[in-house]
């Protein structure tokens, strides 16, 4: 199947969901399910006043920060315990706990450590992400092939070599998985903490849901999968230029 078949094909069905959406949301009225002409309509008026846009921006500010510091912390300890038999033994059973954690069940807990503010924000973000960031490295630390190493030993090459020009390339496309799982799970504990505390694009989210109509509730929504995908993408395409052996290595067996 060619490119263009594809894209037709993934078209035909956006616009068939839409179809069937439009209907469906007619038939059950704004309250229960509004339809795609009515949300587009509301969502030009969420465009005109801003308020949208702003608090979108500062939650992402935000969620950054969080997520900036599960890369900085998940990528060496994934690495550590995936090259180390001592850090993997010390580390995996509470890795193995924390990424199965739900982090609404830690909201009321961080609320007490750190209060309501940014630091709560950025606190649930990296608990959200860090620790999938830490598997998925840990992996590609692990599945490195020894025959990579002992070419680089052959060489004369240093343990910092090592890990510079042969272990890094090798886990390159690791890195940017992780990070690429880890930024889903941190967009999703953005909103997940201000809908607590009624703040930022998640505030928002919560104040709309109460309204009479589902509109703007689902033009928020869908502004949110959006920055997800855009985010993804975004990603993906480092990933691309920094590794340009990153698909053809993650691409499925």
Not at 23 to 48: C, D, K, Q
Not at 225 to 235: D, F, P
Request: glycine content about 10%.
């Amino acid at each position: 199947m060619t490119r263009m078949q594809r894209l037709l094909l993934q078209l035909a069905g956006i616009a068939l969901t839409l179809i069937v959406w439009e209907v469906v949301g007619r038939i059950m009225g704004e309250a229960l399910l509004a339809a795609p002409s009515r949300v587009l309509r509301e969502y030009g008026a969420l465009l005109g006043e801003g308020t949208m846009l702003a608090e979108l921006t500062i939650s992402l500010r935000q969620m950054l920060v969080g997520f900036g510091l599960a890369c900085a912390f998940g990528m060496p300890l994934g690495i550590a315990m995936g090259r180390s038999r001592i850090c993997d033994m010390i580390f995996h059973p509470w890795v193995s706990m924390l990424v199965v954690t739900s982090v609404a069940a830690l909201v009321p807990l961080f609320i007490l450590l750190f209060g309501s503010g940014f630091q709560f924000r950025a606190a649930i973000v990296f608990m959200a992400s860090a620790w999938y960031i830490v598997l998925t490295t840990y992996h590609g630390a692990r599945g490195i092939e020894p025959r990579y190493l002992e070419v680089g030993r052959s060489f004369a090459a240093s343990r910092l070599q090592l890990f510079w020009k042969v272990m890094m390339p090798a886990l390159y496309p690791y890195l940017i998985t992780g990070a690429r799982i880890g930024l889903v799970h941190a967009i999703r504990a953005m909103v997940v903490a201000e809908m607590y505390v009624i703040v930022g694009y998640g505030g928002l989210i919560h104040k709309t849901g109460l309204l009479v109509s589902t509109a703007p509730l689902l033009g928020l929504l869908f502004t949110l999968m959006g920055v997800s995908i855009l985010a993804n993408w975004l990603l993906r395409v480092t990933g691309r230029w920094m590794a340009p052996w990153y698909e053809e290595r993650m691409a499925p067996a």
